[in-house]
């Protein structure tokens, strides 16, 4: 059996740089989450964006160090 498709990602403006700017941890949460996206999975903890934005595109929140972060997938 072949392996599952893995979709592209497409990063936009700074998005990927600012990404590697992030604490480690934050990184690797959002980079799982990525992952997730990819194969087609709902990342844990993963919220639709906003209203009038289409549900394909999820937002991510994560806290660290008292700050908190977030992506859009």
């Known amino acids: 059996m072949p392996p599952p498709s893995r ?3 497409h990063f936009v403006g ?3 740089k600012d990404l590697r700017e992030l604490p ?3 990184q690797d949460v959002f980079g ?4 997730d996206t990819q194969y087609g999975d ?3 903890g993963a919220r639709p ?6 549900r394909k595109v999820m937002k991510l929140v994560e806290d660290h160090d008292g700050d908190t972060y977030r992506a859009a997938c």
């Open 42 to 44: 709902h990342p844990d």
């Open 14 to 16: 700074s998005s990927k």
């Open 49 to 54: 964006f906003a209203e009038g934005v289409s």
């Open 24 to 26: 480690g941890d934050v």
């Open 7 to 9: 979709n592209p990602i």
């Open 32 to 35: 799982s989450a990525l992952l």
